[in-house]
């Protein structure tokens, strides 16, 4: 009925996973849960190994590391059932009824459900104030307001999709690196799958850095503007890609990107801060894709 599929990446998992397969378990349904292991190191691997003793659970193990992307797309093709439900290793299910509550929509008429990200409400060390920050103010959003523009709040860390719209999709994916969420959501809705938001969230336990989560911003803002010259990216519901085609459009990329040469410096000591300002990085963000735009070719 279900196959669970976690790309796995010097995490442990162990808890993960038992917690996961007790809530299967407790549900009576068919169901498999498939990790793959992308070339972590081997102390991670070797407290992995014990979640192959449990039941329909199996752990495979990579010594190349073939990215998340093709580690998604090899582990919905090795799944025997027709719904997947992927997870991230650094996460953890906010509910006893996690499983349950996605397996009720399992004979609706979606394609694609997407549960939710939480965060603790306790704030973390100060180094890690702008992941957390910025979960909190643009991901923990309720399914009531995700709904509204389903193709937006597109997060790859919980979801569950039929395993052949996950195939198709996944496989116009052929880069490896950050911020292909963005790519993966502009797809749905090139393809009108049929998207639906549910409050079924999972806790994001793996935060990074704040130095560490600026440059995967800065990554994921290459990725897009890389689509976006591709012409791969269409229609969509980006809000930071749609800023930067008016900006190109009116011929003000030019003066923000000059804005980001001038206080660059500024910003970045603002948002690796103890309380870093999400309007700034968001400032931040706009004005990187616009000199990346023009002084990278």
Not at 13 to 36: A, D
Not at 42 to 65: P, Q
Request: net charge positive; aromatic share 14%.
């Amino acid at each position: 009925m279900i196959s669970v599929l976690i790309p796995v990446y010097n995490y442990n998992v162990v808890t993960l996973v038992t917690t996961i397969h007790t809530q299967l378990q407790l549900c009576n349904i068919p169901f498999e849960i498939i990790c793959f292991d992308d070339a972590s190191k081997s102390d991670i691997v070797n407290k992995n190994d014990s979640i192959s003793n449990l039941d329909f659970t199996s752990y495979i193990k990579s010594k190349d590391n073939i990215g998340r992307t093709n580690a998604r797309q090899f582990l919905a093709e090795k799944a025997k059932y027709d719904w997947l439900l992927f997870m991230d290793a650094d996460v953890e299910p906010k509910s006893e009824l996690y499983i349950s509550r996605y397996l009720e929509l399992i004979n609706s008429d979606f394609e694609a459900i997407y549960g939710g990200f939480a965060y603790h409400e306790t704030a973390p060390d100060s180094n890690y104030m702008l992941r957390w920050t910025y979960g909190k103010t643009h991901e923990q959003i309720p399914a009531k307001e995700r709904n509204k523009r389903p193709y937006k709040v597109i997060i790859s860390a919980n979801f569950m999709i039929k395993k052949t719209v996950f195939i198709a999709i996944n496989s116009q994916i052929e880069q490896k690196g950050y911020g292909f969420d963005n790519f993966f959501a502009a797809l749905l809705k090139m393809k009108n799958i049929k998207v639906f938001h549910i409050d079924n969230e999972v806790y994001h336990l793996g935060i990074e850095t704040s130095d560490v989560y600026l440059r995967k911003k800065e990554k994921a803002a290459e990725t897009l503007l890389s689509l976006y010259n591709a012409k791969k990216i269409g229609n969509h519901q980006n809000d930071l890609l749609r800023v930067f085609i008016k900006l190109k459009r009116f011929k003000l990329n030019a003066v923000f990107s000059k804005l980001y040469i001038v206080f660059k410096n500024r910003l970045k000591n603002n948002l690796i801060s103890n309380k870093p300002s999400m309007k700034l990085l968001q400032f931040y963000r706009i004005s990187y894709m616009c000199y990346k735009d023009l002084y990278s070719k």
